[in-house]
Structures are given as structure tokens and as C-alpha cells.
């Protein structure tokens, strides 16, 4: 599985975006997917994880209430869409994927995406 994150840029606080990532190859759909992030200078850290059949999701605690992951198997991505926006939020993201079920750490993914720039200005 190959995987393209997109949608990252600049937004101002309190603002949204929605990042995608599409995977290349046919066993998309049985592979849970997750975002993690890493902003300057901290580790990678947790965001978001959605089972491969879009019916169970999980967050990280600082993205609760604000962020919403969600899949479609038929065009092979999943999106993260990011809403109330904080400066705090500025990291780069990356989407992964892993056979779990919504897995939560780096170790549980196989797969990694190169990553989208999101900065948050307040």
C-alpha cells in the first residue's frame, strides 16, 4: 500500500481543513487507517485511527471534538477533517495504514505516507 497525504497549508486560528490521503493498491479496504502528527521539535503523536470499515473511530484527546476521521474504500482515501483550529495544532501530518483495529501507536502501522504541512496562525 502507497500511500499520498494532501490538503495541509496555512489557516488562520479558528479556521478548517481537510486533509486526504489515497492509497494506491487493492487491500485499501481491509487496512485500518490512522494520522498522526509532529510538530518542531516533539514526537509523533496520535490523532486519529478509523477501522477499515469506517464503523468505528478513535482520537487522540487533543483533537477531540474538533477533528473527524472518516473513509471511502471506493476511492481509496481517508480524510481528516480539522475544524477549530488552534496554533497548537501546527505539525506536519501523516497518514497511515495497519491491519489492527483502530490501532493507536507508530509500532501498529505498516504503511506511512510522506507527510502534509499544516500551520496554524493565530
Known amino acids: 500500500v502507497q500511500l499520498q497525504a494532501s490538503g495541509g497549508g496555512l489557516v488562520q486560528a479558528g479556521g478548517s481543513l481537510r486533509l486526504s490521503c489515497a492509497a494506491s493498491g487493492r487491500t485499501f479496504s481491509s487496512y485500518a487507517m490512522g494520522w498522526f502528527r509532529q510538530a518542531p521539535g516533539k514526537e509523533r503523536e496520535f490523532v486519529a485511527a478509523v477501522r477499515w470499515s469506517g464503523e468505528s473511530t478513535y482520537y487522540g484527546d487533543s483533537v477531540k471534538g474538533r477533528f473527524t476521521i472518516s473513509r471511502d474504500n471506493a476511492k481509496n482515501t481517508v480524510y481528516l477533517q480539522m475544524n477549530s483550529l488552534k496554533p497548537e495544532d501546527t505539525a506536519v501530518y501523516y497518514c497511515?495504514?495497519?491491519?489492527?483495529?483502530?490501532?493507536?501507536?507508530?509500532?501498529?502501522?505498516?504503511?506511512w505516507g510522506q507527510g502534509t504541512l499544516v500551520t496554524v496562525s493565530s
Open positions: 497511515a495504514a495497519g491491519p489492527g483495529f483502530v490501532p493507536r501507536r507508530q509500532y501498529e502501522y505498516e504503511y
